[in-house]
């Protein structure tokens, strides 16, 4: 009788270890820099969730916003190496590593929200994506954050080229930033968690960032002038690492691609609404918001365009001629 029990019991052991195991979770870990209060960290949050409920809870995804688990600029490795699963990167942070991803930050090159509108689905984003897996990540999510940036500066608004001239500022990458240095700027290259104290300590003197990202870091704290302008599209991308990818299930797979997906409209959305409803907050926090005008815009782009276009072309040679071409089917 004893041994039948020890044999039932283990039995029953056995089975449960079984139906364990099939439940298992997979990790994710996924990292990124932006506070907890920026709109589009509300979406990975959403995305987030999306995966685990479409996974049916094979997937346990971890965000770690705010810069927590890995630095911004070293997510791309980290995720490469297979370090983490998962992370979020803007477009510009791949500087020389894929210098095509800098494609919509040309001045005033993909400003249009209908173009944002085909985006995930379009030959452009999947040219894209191709390269991605080249450099050893897999994209799953789109995610446009902004049309519409500002320039911050602090006792006076920066609304002609000519009053960049001597200023230092915080530019966002080689290719955009050549438009800011043939202005006469001085750029800085930092992430953008650290910007603020930058601007407070006066290591810079001005700043570029998206309208939404200037109220949500608080750079109202420690700067007075902020000029609206429509001079760059940014977008934050997720990725995991292909050989991670590769060991899930089928339905994991379709539960990242299904919530990617999701996650576009969600952040298209949320980022259309908060870039309306920046300035306007900025203003209440005591900040001089001067949106510029149509002949200001036409200044800024004959001053920027011509030295990003020649950047361009020389980083990303017939592959960047054929990324403008594709995105011209959709503008």
Known sequence: MKQTTRLLAAALLLSASAVGMANAQTAMRCSHQLPPAHHIAKVVDQWAAEVEKLSEGELDVQVF?????????????????????CAFSLNFQWGKTLP?????????????????????????AAFLEEKLLEK?????????????SVFTSKGKALVTPEDFRGIKMRGIGPAFDRGLTAMGA????????????ALATGV??????????AYSRKYYEVQDH?????????????????????????????????????????????????????P????????????????????????????????FAEETGDDGKTLLGLIEKIQ
Do not use: C, R
Request: charged share 20%; proline share 4%.
């Open 65 to 85: 916003g705010a810069d927590s688990l890995v630095k911004a600029n070293d997510n791309i490795l980290a995720v490469a190496k297979g370090d983490i699963e």
């Open 100 to 124: 095509l991803m800098n494609v919509t930050v040309g001045p005033y090159t993909m400003s249009s929200i209908e173009a944002w509108k085909k985006w995930p689905t379009s030959e452009a």
């Open 136 to 148: 050893g990540v897999k994209n799953v999510a789109w995610m446009f954050q902004t049309n519409v």
């Open 186 to 197: 001085t750029t800085v290259s930092m992430p953008g968690s650290e910007v603020y104290q």
């Open 204 to 213: 810079v003197d001005a700043a570029i960032t998206d309208v939404a990202a």
């Open 226 to 278: 902020m000029t609206v302008v429509p001079v760059l599209a940014a977008y934050l991308h997720g990725y995991v690492n292909p050989s991670w990818y590769d060991g899930l299930s089928d339905k994991s797979k379709a539960a990242l691609d299904q919530a990617g997906k999701s996650a576009a409209q969600w952040a298209l959305d949320a980022s259309v609404q908060a870039s309306a409803d920046a």
């Open 280 to 311: 306007k907050q900025l203003e209440e926090k005591g900040v001089k918001v001067h949106t510029a005008t149509d002949a200001e815009n036409a200044a800024f782009k004959a001053a920027m365009q011509p030295a990003f276009a020649e950047g």
